[in-house]
């Protein structure tokens, strides 16, 4: 029987119930081939770990969004902030999901953020701006949300545990005329990166939005990653790419995206790197995780850097698959940016 202790903390001056519980049922173990290497795996069913605080409607585990910091991984289901939208477990070196923590902020009955679907998680690491965080601080969840009407995306900043900045109001999003499928912060930018709906269905193309304390402003440059059915990005170092690839990567930061093919190819998901420019570097990787499912809905990506491990959420499954990144491993990753001078969040 799953073990929850709850504590009551307070956010902001707004009150958050809070749970522990233990967590993550292991479904599978394998390894699958990324960029030319086995690549061990294990999927965690995630169903029923966001406590229910109270929820009228229940909460399920159904991830939609995820980031990783500070040894945290930081999920959102895809419903309602009134119930446990946000949850988060500290993997370990090894990614081990066994014990959740939940947050549920207390919105009052008139409280326009009640019934807001959370679809994305970013945070800023910059200690200024929209979400951001003095060091030492709890870090703000920037979360991306939509009205259940069908109104127009926002985003709304969430404190994690006591942290002295409270719940924020909502803040349209400039130009998003639909809900980003991801959005992500990049430190080197000082920018948030939307992943946004594109006329042409091959392509995802990525808004690059400025901020201020009030919010994300609307974007002063785009660039197109030339693949379909991408569902979540998460910035990454070079010298992490370029033990993913098996190559020289030369920035600072590049993209990893999670795609999912929706021109009826393959279900599985994919993994693929690109520059800030749009453009490719390696191939795309499949990532057969078996299933008896006929389909699969992939929606959120986050990385642990200095452990080598990547997380993919799945939304229909209640799943969340920790890849543990083949190759050189994360201790050179790690030297590489040392020597390199490049400040990582991961």
């Known amino acids: 029987?799953?073990?929850?202790?709850?504590?009551?903390?307070?956010?902001?001056?707004?009150?958050?119930?809070?749970?522990?519980?233990?967590?993550?049922?292991?479904?599978?173990?394998?390894?699958?081939?990324?960029?030319?290497?086995?690549?061990?795996?294990?999927?965690?069913?995630?169903?029923?770990?966001?406590?229910?605080?109270?929820?009228?409607?229940?909460?399920?585990?159904?991830?939609?969004?995820?980031?990783?910091?500070?040894?945290?991984?930081?999920?959102?289901?895809?419903?309602?902030?009134?119930?446990?939208?946000?949850?988060?477990?500290?993997?370990?070196?090894?990614?081990?999901?066994?014990?959740?923590?939940?947050?549920?902020?207390?919105?009052?009955?008139?409280?326009?953020?009640?019934?807001?679907?959370?679809?994305?998680?970013?945070?800023?690491?910059?200690?200024?701006?929209?979400?951001?965080?003095?060091?030492?601080?709890?870090?703000?969840?920037?979360?991306?949300?939509?009205?259940?009407?069908g109104g127009a995306p926002t985003t709304v900043t969430v404190a994690d545990t006591a942290s002295p900045v409270p719940v924020s109001a909502l803040a349209g999003l400039p130009g998003a005329a639909f809900p980003p499928a991801s959005i992500e912060y990049s430190r080197a930018l000082d920018r948030f990166l939307s992943v946004e709906s594109s006329i042409n269905p091959t392509v995802a193309v990525v808004h690059v939005r400025p901020h201020t304390s009030a919010g994300l402003g609307a974007p002063t440059s785009s660039f197109t990653l030339a693949i379909d059915g991408v569902t979540g990005v998460d910035v990454i170092s070079g010298s992490f790419a370029g033990a993913l690839l098996g190559q020289n990567v030369p920035h600072a930061e590049v993209l990893l995206a999670l795609s999912q093919d929706v021109l009826g190819q393959g279900f599985h998901p994919r993994l693929s790197v690109w520059t800030y420019a749009g453009v490719q570097l390696g191939q795309t990787q499949q990532v057969p995780i078996p299933t008896s499912f006929e389909r699969l809905s992939v929606k959120a990506l986050a990385v642990d850097e200095a452990n080598g491990l990547i997380f993919v959420g799945d939304s229909e499954l209640g799943r969340i698959t920790t890849l543990t990144v083949p190759g050189p491993g994360a201790g050179a990753c790690v030297l590489g940016m040392l020597m390199c001078g490049v400040r990582r969040r991961r």
């Open 1 to 149: 029987m799953r073990r929850k202790t709850w504590r009551s903390v307070v956010v902001g001056g707004v009150g958050v119930l809070a749970a522990v519980a233990e967590a993550g049922v292991i479904e599978q173990t394998g390894a699958v081939s990324l960029w030319g290497r086995s690549s061990p795996y294990t999927s965690w069913n995630v169903f029923a770990d966001p406590v229910d605080a109270g929820s009228a409607g229940g909460v399920s585990g159904t991830p939609r969004g995820m980031d990783f910091h500070n040894g945290r991984l930081y999920v959102a289901h895809g419903g309602d902030l009134i119930g446990n939208a946000l949850w988060f477990y500290e993997p370990g070196a090894t990614g081990n999901l066994t014990v959740s923590n939940s947050r549920r902020p207390n919105f009052g009955p008139g409280d326009s953020r009640r019934f807001h679907s959370v679809l994305g998680v970013a945070i800023n690491t910059s200690g200024a701006g929209y979400g951001g965080f003095a060091p030492g601080a709890e870090p703000l969840i920037v979360t991306q949300t939509r009205d259940q009407a």
